[in-house]
Each structure stands twice: as C-alpha cells, then as structure tokens.
C-alpha cells in the first residue's frame, strides 16, 4: 500500500476514535459528579450522657457486733458464696456469757426479794412504798437480762440473706469496737446495680427509669440494658460530683462480681421528650463554630445551605435549624461541589 494511502487510513481511524469518546464523555460530564447522599432523619434533642461506673450488689451491708470484743473466728473467705442463717464471724464469748449469767442471777434475787416482799407487806411489816421499791429492783434486773441475751445474740455475725462476701475487714484475735463493720455482704436477692459520679450537668437531666446501655470490660462485645434507679440530690462533697444507680437487667448467663469496670450510655428524659434532625457529619461542611453548611440535593443539583449545629453524637450532627427530617444531604464528595452544581448519586443510604 503506498504511503500517502496508509497515512488516509491513520487519519480516518483516528477521527472516528474521537467522534465516537466525545459523546460519551460529554454525556459523562453532564449527568454531574458523582457524590453519595443520605436522608436527614430525627434524633433525639440532647446527647447521650456517658459514663465510667463500677458494678456492685444492689444490696450490701456492713454486718458487725453489738459488742465489742476479741473475734474468734472468721470462717468466710473475700468471694464465699453464703445462705441465709450462715455463720460469717463470732466474738470470743467467754466476757459475754459472764455478764449473761451475772445479770440471771441479779434478776433472779430480785425476784426473790420481791416474793418477800409480798408476803411482808401482806403480814404489815413493811410499807407499800418499800414494796413499789422491791418491784421496780425487780423490773431493773429482768430489763438488764434481757439486754445481756440480746447482746450475746449479737455477738455472732449470721448471713441475713443468700450473698457473697465482699470483703472482710477484720482478722481472727484483732479486738473489734462495738458497732464496727467487720463483713460486707453482697445479697443476691435484688441483682446488680452500676454507681456512678456525674457532673451537675448531667444529673439534672436524669429521671429514675431512664434506659441505658451498658458494657463490660469483663466481657468484651456484650451489652446489658438496664435503667436510672437513683439519683442523688446532694454532690459528694469531696469530689463535687453526684452519685447515682443503674439497675441492671438480670443476666443468667454471665458472673457478675463487685468491682467490675463498666462504661455507661444514657438517653435521658430530656433526650425523648424532644427531637432534632439529624444528619451524617460527613455531610457537614465549612464549619464555623456552631454553624455550618451542607449540599441539598435538589433534583439533579446540589444547593448549599446554612445550618446550626447543636451538638454532635459519634457520627451523627443534631441541627438547630436549617434543615428538615427527609430532606437528601449530600455525604461523599461535598468537600469538591459548589452551590448548583449538577451531581449524579451513585449510592443512597
């Protein structure tokens, strides 16, 4: 083939190359650039409240002596599961019994000197006076019995309900003071409650009955539900913060012990007695403290509009104004549009 004719053929393939790309890429071009949008959706009207807590008995008490005295056993260990009825400590009771039997004896004679008595002021040789005497000796000594068998009662520590030992603050032969804890038993009977320290901007939105959302690092992928069960009305003086209690729902499947770290989520009263629209914060663009702007989609074109940011959850923005629940946002590829821009969606959440 000569030359020149070769040199026609290039030219023509050439030509037809590019007659047949320029439709495509002005089709390309003028369906608009490519973006993914969402749907603006409602939300709760404040944040959730978030939270470190440690998880307990709902039920612990600080068991110890009516008297003091040397403790002579302690036959639980930190951790023993224990019933109701079982032993948890006991005093040595050798001081005790000698006051039980002491005050006996003491209301003993005074019941005799009161049969005496009796019979004396009923022959008129005493006096009615120094019979009302003998009866309220009488009186005394049976009173002053009584209390030395309520004391010898109480000089043993008895499990008041199934639980598990906490801790055990005293040891064998240590002399306790009277009144003074010396078992922390954790009751079964009423589950297990998170404590927690809030600032005074989150107490004031809580309401018993509140839902939450808790996790366990025990228990890494779990999450247990359970409810606000109290709230304090007065800060812990020594770290400003307001106590509060979780109650959680029972689950038969996991070992819960006192101690366990546990991160709280909390939707508030106030979260669910008002909404906000919501949208993602990749939709978010050119924020200026709490405004902002986002890319509606309007048909085929992205319109820019202001909004006002109340405050963002993970990876959710609640807006103050500027847009509605059902209106399409503009998420991937906001960043590169201008205001009118034509744009093609490619996915729609």
Partial sequence: M????????????????????????????NAGTPVRAALATLGPASPLIEANGL????EEMRLSFKTGG?????????????????????????EVNAQVEQARQ???????????????????????EALQNLRTQAAVARAARDAARFNLGYSSIRAPSDGVVLRTLFEERELVPPGQPVVILGSSAR??????SLADRDIVQLRLGDPARVTLDAYPGREL???????????????????????????????????????VRIEPATARRSQLTHVPIAAVVEGDRDRANVYVVEG?????????????????????????????VVTEGALYLQDGERIRIVTER
């Fill in 191 to 196: 589950g297990h409650v998170v404590r927690l």
């Fill in 55 to 58: 998880v307990g008995a709902a």
């Fill in 106 to 128: 003491a209301a003993e004679k005074a019941e005799r000197d009161l049969d005496r008595g009796e019979r004396l002021h009923a022959d008129q040789v005493i006096s009615l």
């Fill in 70 to 94: 040397i403790i002579r056993r302690i036959p639980v260990q930190e951790g023993s599961r224990v019933r109701r009825g079982d032993l948890l400590a006991e005093l040595e009771l050798t």
């Fill in 225 to 263: 539900k359970g409810v606000v069960s109290e709230v304090s009305s007065a800060a812990d003086p020594r770290t400003g913060l307001f106590p509060a209690e979780l109650r959680l729902d029972p689950a038969a499947d996991l070992m819960l012990a006192s101690g366990l770290v546990a991160k």
């Fill in 2 to 29: 000569p030359a020149f004719n070769r040199f026609l053929l290039v030219f023509a393939t050439v030509c037809l190359s590019a007659c047949s790309g320029a439709p495509n890429e002005n089709a390309e071009r």
């Fill in 300 to 328: 085929a074109v992205a319109r820019k509009r202001e909004i006002v940011v109340s405050f963002i959850e993970g990876e959710q923005v609640a807006l103050t104004r500027g847009l509605k629940p059902g209106e399409r």
